[in-house]
């Protein structure tokens, strides 16, 4: 795990609840994906012509960025692509401004989000905000980001 500072950033996709019942994230990601030429042409991109994220940015419900209520049971989702700040969302799509963190970055695997929010417990360090899942274009790994302190 390491920690990484990510000063506010913006996220335009498919924004979804978890009152949406089962498996409303991987509906956002299908609804997100087979109509990204949308908003592709906002994607912030490195300077390779790269894109330079994917993000499942998550909040609590009042979108202020909190974690998940109800033990993590319970919240916001936003299946999208890191965007220029100045970038507006085209109808149908949402824009967040995701807030800066100092976060705490692990590989996402089966069982990371529990095992990281456990340690995190024991090492008396608390959640700032709500997690969030990155998914590198570059390697096609994915990631969690714990936030642990505004910046």
Known sequence: MVKVIKEKFVVIGKEGSTSDGDGFIQKLWYD????????????????????VGIWGAMSDSSRSFKPWEDGFRKGL???????????????????????????????????????IIRQMSEDGISLAGAVHDYTDPATGKSYLYFPIREV
């Open 77 to 115: 989702y936003l299946a999208g692509v890191e965007c220029d700040d100045h970038a507006e969302a085209p109808d149908g799509w949402t824009k967040w401004i995701v807030p800066g963190y100092e976060y705490m970055v692990a590989e996402n695997h089966k069982g990371a989000f529990e095992k």
């Open 32 to 51: 997100a994906d087979s109509h990204f030429s949308e908003i592709a042409h906002l994607a912030k991109r490195d300077a390779k012509g790269s894109i």
